[in-house]
């Protein structure tokens, strides 16, 4: 097959340039075969294996994706090339040479990726939600082939959303009691709990099981405690202690075993770039600067590499690189990391220009992509030299029946809820008069409490606002007092920090548009030789700087008193002691103009509108007189919106580290996490109910943190937002796609119960010491068996009759003799003999 005068592998032929799909190929003799869909999911370490997915853009991928046609839009397509720990070089060197002969295919524009067994990309583990299996063996001529034959195999399980199942090696030197094992017999599974294991792999121990059993059709799934081997049923435990022998049992402890932080890494503070070149016939790496780093960095010329350390090394190739750039990126990204000294499982990926991914552009201080809409509900135009913007609409009644909307335009309402503001005073609160409300000093620190109702059920947000020339104290008082206020509202507040300067859509639409920000502030205790100016007052002369085009966007703030403050696209509000102006520039809207007309209406003097280019002396003259002040158009990349991203947060190990959740869900949210949603401008801290209170109290500095540590260089006032488990409002759950407000986590102890349920509706098979099947009732271990409540005994047992669900040979431990003995005995001695064992 060819394509454009090139060569295409015949096992390429199911990709089509313009169809959503994903496929797995392995190397198999050297040759490209498609791997059985059965089989996606199930790695052999001893092979090399292409995954392609192909998307619409920001959708994600995965294993249940269905081939469809998609006309009149590009697509996002990832090629990864994934290579085994045991996988020979020539394996290897064939899978990356076709992943480049697939990217010619298609143009040369899909992402490549070099995926290593235990090291892979979170992109690579989103596509198999339910899990990975390293197996050993593999298709090449040396190693052990995969056959019909089933011998025990022993398998480790970790990872608390997408498991990692590990081939091991069936002894109780590969056991280790921090984590889960399931010993797969096929007759009978077995899933070992070591004791220190979380909920999390036991419940992922349990699904193991299931899909072990579901590709044997049929098998018996027996749960085992680390210590409690010994309370296996007779033949249960034979069997068992064929593989595992109880009484040679040793297994490590959690901390000699290897950290379950594998995927985990720390985050990169410093993120580097290189300017690769091979002007001169050989290639140059040379080090262009230590980030931030901007999209105008990269110069399509050149191809470059982004160095994130262990986090990753990426390879942008430019429109304009030479075809031996294109060709070798991969391999020179690999001879960088040598160089570098590396480990050789250091995730790479290659990245053409105007085509980067999500992972790529996150890493820049800022990225503008052509032809997007920039900044949620707004999109840019530009008119005779000024950049401007134009607002749209949204009904606020919808916000709640469609958190989709309410993600986008950051509301939970419309505003209009009832609210009380305190002022912090001598690391106290002074309740602000409500017709004060919307005044606002950079002074000082102020809690806002907001509450609206939905359905039948009120819902709260403490808002603590924090004034940019507040003092530590009263910022730390800010923060002390909303914490109690929350905690006074049975802790069912979303806590909310807010920098002066960095408001959201919702704090400014509490105030109708009439919020004013004002230099100076009250003079406390905390600072009293601080020399603030106060409050305003009638008399005083200020000028404000008014910035929204609607009651839900606008703001005025106080800067200095000079015509130097003056900008052409904004519009200025000058208060004087006999006169009130409002100065138009002219990159200014309608809209905007008209925000500016109704603030000032708020103050006692008939306001006097200036366009700029007409003012008069008596403008200047109260100004202080002309100067040359900011007349450039205020472009429309300045505001360009960053890549939504989940992750979880941890410290507490040591070093800060967060783990990204790529094409992330609702149940990515496990209760017992606390998790970081950045959406750009704005950063949410979710708190699970099984978090801990130390969790809890961290939360806001685990926030800071992140920003941090982001290599792009994060503005640390970055609005903050807490909000709990069963509490989010709407503007947080529109991220999550569908949002099940019934949704509850996956509990290891259903899942076991339903596994119970379903072998004992199998017409259950008893299994014999040869490994041959007796039809029978279920087997149960006699602590099963001795619970008092009928309620907590196995779906199939007869209260009445529990004796006949233990195996011959505990039967005999148990009562002393045979099951055909017993039978023998009148009915009377039969229940005498039950109750004095606790069967009865």
């Not at 003259?621 to 890549?643: F, S, V, W």
């Amino acid at each position: 097959m060819t394509t454009g005068g090139k060569p295409i592998d015949p096992a390429f032929r199911s990709v089509k340039p313009n169809q959503i799909a994903f496929y797995i190929w392995r190397i198999e003799k050297l040759t490209v075969v498609p791997l059985p869909k059965e089989q996606w999911g199930n790695f052999y370490r001893g092979d090399s294996y292409i995954v392609f997915c192909a998307t619409e853009p920001g959708q994600g991928g995965g294993i249940h994706m269905t081939p469809r046609e998609v006309r009149g839009r590009s697509l996002e397509i990832h090629i990864h090339f994934w290579l085994g720990s045991e996988t020979s070089q020539d394996e290897a060197g064939i899978a990356a040479y076709k992943t480049v002969e697939l990217d010619d295919y298609l143009g040369g524009s899909p992402v490549q990726h070099r995926e290593v067994e235990s090291a892979e990309s979170k992109r690579f583990m989103a596509y198999f939600r339910s899990g990975i299996r390293y197996l050993d063996g593999g298709i090449t001529e040396g190693f052990r082939h995969v056959t019909d034959e089933h011998n025990p195999s022993m398998y480790q399980v970790k990872g608390k959303r997408i498991p990692v199942i590990r081939q091991v090696p069936v002894s109780w030197e590969s056991v280790n009691d921090g984590d889960v094992y399931v010993l797969d017999m096929k007759k009978v599974i077995f899933v070992w709990n070591g004791k220190n294991a979380n909920k999390h792999e036991k419940l992922q121990g349990a699904l193991a099981a299931q899909k072990l059993k579901g590709e044997h059709g049929g098998s018996i799934i027996v749960f085992v405690e680390d210590g409690k081997e010994d309370h296996l049923g007779g033949l249960s435990k034979e069997l068992f202690d064929k593989c595992l022998p109880i009484n040679r049992k040793h297994v490590l402890t959690q901390e000699q075993a290897p950290s379950d932080e594998r995927a985990e890494k720390r985050v990169a503070e410093e993120i580097k770039l290189y300017r690769c070149s091979d002007e001169s016939g050989t290639l140059r790496v040379i080090e262009v600067k230590t980030g931030p780093l901007f999209q105008a960095d990269l110069v399509s010329e050149d191809s470059f590499i982004v160095d994130n350390a262990s986090n990753g090394i990426f390879v942008w190739i430019g429109k304009r690189a030479t075809a031996k750039e294109r060709t070798e990126a991969m391999r020179n990204a690999i001879g960088f990391i040598k160089k570098k000294g590396y480990a050789p499982s250091t995730p790479v990926t290659r990245v053409i220009d105007g085509g980067e991914p999500l992972e790529f552009r996150s890493l820049f201080k800022r990225w503008h992509v052509r032809d997007e809409v920039v900044g949620v509900g707004r999109t840019y135009q530009r008119g005779r030299g000024i950049a401007k913007v134009v607002q749209t609409n949204f009904d606020a009644a919808n916000l709640h029946a469609n958190p989709h909307l309410a993600a986008e335009t950051r509301m939970v309402d419309d505003g209009s809820g009832h609210k009380e503001i305190w002022r912090i005073e001598d690391f106290d609160i002074k309740e602000v008069d409500s017709k004060d409300h919307g005044r606002f000093y950079a002074g000082d620190c102020y809690i806002v409490l907001y509450c609206y109702t939905v359905g039948n059920r009120d819902n709260f947000i403490l808002y603590y606002w924090i004034g940019a020339k507040s003092s530590v104290d009263e910022q730390g008082t800010a923060a002390m007092w909303t914490i109690q206020m929350d905690e006074k509202l049975g802790g069912k507040a979303t806590q909310i920090r807010i920098c002066q300067g960095k408001e959201t859509p919702h704090f400014m639409a509490m105030f109708d548009g009439k919020m004013v920000i004002y230099a100076g502030g009250v003079e406390s205790s905390f600072d009293r030789s601080s020399g603030r100016e106060g409050f305003k007052r009638d008399g005083d002369t200020y000028l404000l700087h008014v910035r929204g085009t609607s009651p839900r966007n606008t703001k005025a703030t106080e800067v200095v008193c000079r015509a130097s403050s003056l900008n052409s696209n904004d519009v200025f509000i000058l208060h004087t002691p006999s006169a009130l102006f409002i100065w138009n520039g002219k990159g200014s809207t309608g809209d905007e103009r008209e925000m500016a007309r109704q603030l000032a209406h708020e103050e006692k003097l008939e306001p006097t509108t200036v366009m700029e280019g007409q003012e008069k002396s008596d403008f200047w003259t109260a100004i202080g007189g002309k100067e040359p002040y900011h007349n450039d158009p205020r472009l429309a990349e300045d505001e360009t919106e960053r890549p939504v991203r989940l992750f979880q947060c941890s410290n507490a190990s040591g070093p800060f580290r967060v783990e990204e959740i790529v094409n992330f869900e609702q149940s990515d949210l496990v209760e017992d996490d606390v998790m970081l949603l950045d959406i750009g401008d704005e950063i949410y801290i979710w708190i699970g109910e099984g978090s801990n209170s130390e969790e809890r109290r961290e939360a806001k500095r685990v926030a800071v943190e992140y920003l941090k540590t982001d290599p792009s260089k994060r503005d640390l006032d970055t609005p903050i937002i807490i909000v709990k488990q069963g509490l989010e409002p709407p503007c947080f759950t529109g991220f999550f796609g569908h949002w099940d407000t019934d949704w509850k986590e996956s509990k290891f102890e259903d899942v076991a119960a339903k596994i119970e349920e379903a072998n004992a509706a199998m017409e259950t098979l008893t299994i014999t010491a040869n490994g041959g099947p007796t039809k029978s009732l279920t087997i149960y271990p006699l602590e099963k068996l001795l619970v008092l409540d009928p309620n907590e005994l196995p779906m199939d047992v007869d209260p009445a009759n529990k004796e006949k669900h233990l195996s011959a040979e505990e039967f005999q431990q148990v009562f002393h003799m045979s099951k055909d003995d017993f039978s023998a005995l009148p009915q009377w001695k039969q229940t005498q003999q039950k109750k004095k064992v606790g069967l009865f």
